[in-house]
């Protein structure tokens, strides 16, 4: 293989190596908006209402207007605490609903 073919195999390799490194970075950004998109609304709602709820997973259903928290859920609202491994809390009717072990 003369040098000309060998320098354009490595100017290849190399590009190809950078196009791995832009789509990591692609997807690594997407992934974070993604986060953000899931984690903000939470925060906004706690800030809102005065209702704030911690748990190993937090999921809003923006049809139903329903938090649904799972693991280790605790909401708090004012003086009220309430512990349990899952509950749903209605964000229109402020209703909750605990299943599992309530305390």
């Not at 906004?44 to 280790?72: C, M, N, P, R, W």
Request: proline share 1%; net charge neutral; glycine share 4%.
């Amino acid at each position: 293989m003369s040098k000309a073919a060998r320098k354009a195999v490595c100017v290849i390799h190399v590009k190809r190596r950078s196009t791995h490194y832009a789509a990591f970075f692609l997807l690594l950004i997407v992934s974070l908006c993604g986060i953000f998109f899931f984690v903000l609304p939470a925060y906004s709602f706690a800030e809102e209402s005065g209702t704030f709820i911690t748990s190993d997973s937090l999921e809003y259903f923006s049809e139903t207007k329903q938090y649904v928290a799972k693991g280790s859920v605790e909401i708090k609202q004012k003086d009220a605490v309430i512990t349990a491994d899952q509950i749903i809390y209605g964000e229109a009717t402020s209703d909750v609903i605990a299943e599992g072990k309530v305390y």
